[in-house]
């Protein structure tokens, strides 16, 4: 069990690419000159819309783990 919810953890967390910008800010950044800002950008954008999602599933999985101790 351990080994299949960090395989999906780590398949969920390690995508080959991502595009979390919206049309207007894609737009604006490739604009620029360089495409650093814009990947910066990007990345920041994946990091915080990440990150309330594990929260959520971690709080989930201590309220299955607890609920199934009871349960037997």
Known sequence: MKNKTLFSLFSFL?????????????????????QTVAEG????????????YILVGGIAYFIYKKYSKLKK
């Open 41 to 52: 950008i990007n990345e920041g954008i994946v990091y915080l819309m990440a990150v309330p």
């Open 14 to 34: 390690f995508f080959l690419e991502t595009n979390a910008q919206c049309a207007m800010c894609r737009a604006v950044l490739e604009s620029g000159e360089g």
